[in-house]
């Protein structure tokens, strides 16, 4: 099964992030049948730690390291962390191109989190992706299928974006399902 670990955004802030969202070229671009692949509202995510294919018969390993990583994550706190969406920029360039929104507020506290996860699936010799923790949200997946120029645009509209603070309450062990529309599936939860 492949697997992810992250933290979500509650209803209130991809509310607010999806009016910003309908204001980008790329949403536009999606109405007029561009394949732009908008990322679905339901499935904004931040993704702490990527897993890859793991076995199901390793799944209690998984849940056990993820549950002690929440577990000390918690201990050093007095309270979840306060994120915010804001700002946005773009991974990669022609197909490859990415559009994503920023996370801010105490992204230290992210960074920290995610630290903790991977040393724990790394102590269960779980495999796992090892790039640096960058946290943001993708939104779009426009490719090359979008004037550069257009992009840009949306890119700027989203640098000037400033969502409603949350606090990241929860740690998600995620199950993905590749395909044309891709599905999640909430596997475990834990609270931080």
Partial sequence: MRLFVAVCPPTEAVEHLGARLARLRMSAAAAAGTNVRLA?????????????????????EVESALGLAAEWFRDG????PRLSLGGGGRFGRGRFTVLWVDVQGE???LHVLARLVRSRLRHARLPHDDRPFRPHLTVARPGDRVDPADIEADRATLDGYAGPQWP??????VRSHLGPRPSYDRIAAWPL
Avoid: C, K, P, Q
């Fill in 77 to 80: 706190r007095d309270a979840a």
């Fill in 168 to 173: 990241a309450s929860e740690l998600l062990l």
């Fill in 40 to 60: 679905d509202a339901a499935h904004l995510h931040l993704t702490v730690a990527f897993l890859g294919e793991v076995e199901a018969t390793r799944l209690v």
């Fill in 107 to 109: 992204v230290e506290a």
